[in-house]
């Protein structure tokens, strides 16, 4: 029994998985620090009324290349670039069960907003490792990948079409 309890957490925290929270921090200080940065630009030296949308939209874009190239060089040992178009599928799917999630959290009485985005961190960040491990940075991705991403996207739009009426 101690031996499945041993080898199954030596599974789930390989070397890979501790790579990929280092690089996840490395993303989110770089993801701030672009935000920051044109949000500076935007607001200060080019005077923009509502310079948070145009520096959050292009830090996000900057941010998903950044991403994009540390996961695949660091964690995933793979610089392809032709698996961007996966990467953005991935991305896109755990951003919109981030939303879900919170929108969720906030139906069942939640108003801390700082709090529903921690506890989503993590439940998200697993799913992005697991989907970029076995559908992004993969040659040729399963059907299985396929149904699960599938799945859970028709559950949470179940799941929000619910919470609207």
């Not at 991305?91 to 069942?108: Q, R, V």
């Amino acid at each position: 029994m101690f031996e499945k309890i041993k080898s199954f957490i030596k599974k789930i925290f390989s070397k890979q998985f501790i790579r990929f929270v280092f690089v996840a921090a490395l993303n989110t200080a770089f993801g701030l620090f672009i935000n920051y940065l044109f949000l500076f630009i935007f607001e200060h030296l080019l005077k923009l009324n509502h310079a948070y949308v145009v520096s959050n939209f292009l830090a996000t874009i900057v941010s998903i290349l950044f991403n994009f190239k540390t996961y695949g060089a660091l964690v995933f040992n793979n610089k392809d670039r032709k698996l961007i178009f996966r990467f953005l599928i991935v991305t896109s799917f755990t951003y919109l069960l981030n939303i879900g999630g919170i929108a969720l959290m906030e139906h069942w009485g939640s108003t801390n907003n700082y709090l529903n985005l921690t506890l989503m961190a993590i439940p998200v960040g697993l799913l992005n490792y697991f989907f970029n491990k076995h559908f992004t940075y993969v040659d040729k991705p399963q059907k299985w990948t396929w149904w699960t991403m599938s799945l859970l996207l028709a559950t949470e739009v179940v799941v929000y079409l619910l919470l609207k009426f």
